[in-house]
């Protein structure tokens, strides 16, 4: 069993930062894959960013390619988004998930889910 939570949300203003973190706990940690989704109001759940276990390989969405950036120190059990350069549209509550498939993770069919954390970005 791998548990996630997620931390680091809050309200920003446009251009402004943050950095989520997702710590994962449970013996089981070693081999997974992490990434972020997230899901505003009215929309569908969408793939942000993924990381491979060993964090050779990674994928950011076009959406926040060049503003995001994913990263995870195994040591820590702990996977970080940095958020820069925060638009209204990036307003949502932002998930990590684990998988040991990246494909799977990729398309959301993740074994494990964090709670997740509310991002608002004000205009």
């Known amino acids: 069993q791998v548990q996630l939570v997620e931390s680091g949300g809050g309200l920003v203003q446009a251009g402004g930062s943050l950095r989520l973190s997702c710590a994962a706990s449970g013996r089981t940690f070693s081999g997974y894959h992490m990434g972020w989704f997230r899901q505003a109001p009215g929309k569908e759940r969408e793939s942000v960013a993924m990381?491979?276990?060993?964090?050779?390989?990674?994928y950011i969405a076009d959406s926040v390619k060049g503003r995001f950036t994913i990263s995870r120190d195994n040591a820590k059990k702990t996977m970080y988004l940095q958020m820069n350069s925060l638009k209204p549209e990036d307003t949502a509550v932002y998930y990590c998930a684990a998988d040991k498939g990246f494909s799977d993770l990729k398309s959301g069919r993740c074994d494990y889910w964090g709670q997740g954390t509310q991002v608002t970005v004000s205009s």
């Open positions: 990381i491979s276990w060993s964090g050779g390989s990674s």
